[in-house]
């Protein structure tokens, strides 16, 4: 955990975008399961884990090797997945509640902010272009803009070194086990929104926890009192 004790020294708010500003999640989950299904594969909740955090490029091929798929099996249920979460998202695809108004109260209070996903480049364009999102961001960072993807903390070093400052002021707001491991590693202030897919292990290296983004502009407003 990275001590803070005030709003002050904090440079930048960096955001996730899939389960922090994108409900996104469940979806990810229920296009995951659906294409297993319809090949004969079937699991429960005990997979969530392994999903909820990363892009399909990093836990597909991992489930895949837990059902003994071939190489060939792998590569066409791949692209099923993406085109079934594609329409999904397309359709039912939403922010969580008040994101545009918490992204303007956070603004108001800390004079940048950033975006860094485990989504592609193109993926996390077309959200910002999607939603009217990208005016609130200064800076923007994908798994196309690093080496390694979360839980590796090169996404929040590479934050740190764009804002020009140390990563302990740099607050992140994460969801998952990956995000939540690589903000904490980077050495940034970490608040962990929701935690349904944290584990305790995972949960501590959080700085803070918040229910839901609408907590996020009170809790700022303590660390400025702070």
């Keep these: 955990m990275t001590q803070r004790s005030s709003l002050e020294d904090i440079v ?9 500003l994108a409900d996104s999640e469940p979806i990810n989950l229920k296009s995951l399961r659906q ?6 594969y ?10 909820v955090g990363r892009h399909p490029k990093d836990y597909f091929p991992a489930i895949a090797r837990q059902f003994g798929l071939s190489t060939a099996r792998q590569e066409t ?21 008040g994101v545009h108004e918490v992204l303007a109260d956070v603004r108001s209070r800390v004079s940048r902010l950033g975006i860094a996903t485990s989504a592609t480049r193109a993926e996390l364009d077309a959200f910002l272009a999607r939603f009217k999102l990208a005016g609130f961001f200064d800076l ?6 690093v080496a390694r993807p979360k839980p590796a903390p090169d996404i929040y070093l590479s ?12 607050l992140v707001v994460e969801d998952s086990e990956p995000g939540v491991t690589s903000a904490h590693a980077a050495g940034t202030f970490c608040i962990a929104v929701g935690g ?8 501590v290296l959080a700085d803070r926890t918040i229910a839901t983004l609408r907590d996020l502009p009170a809790l700022l407003g303590d660390l400025g009192r702070g």
């Design 35 to 40: 294409v297993f299904a319809s090949h004969g």
């Design 140 to 145: 923007t960072l994908s798994r196309d803009d």
């Design 77 to 97: 249920m791949y692209a099923e997945k993406e085109a079934l979460y594609a329409r999904m998202w397309e359709e039912d695809g939403s922010l969580f509640d």
């Design 196 to 203: 349904a897919h944290l584990a305790p292990g995972t949960r």
């Design 159 to 170: 934050a740190a070194r764009a804002f020009g400052t140390d990563p302990r002021n740099i």
């Design 12 to 20: 930048a708010v960096v955001f996730d975008k899939d389960g922090v």
């Design 42 to 51: 079937r699991f429960g909740s005990e997979i969530d884990r392994q999903v």
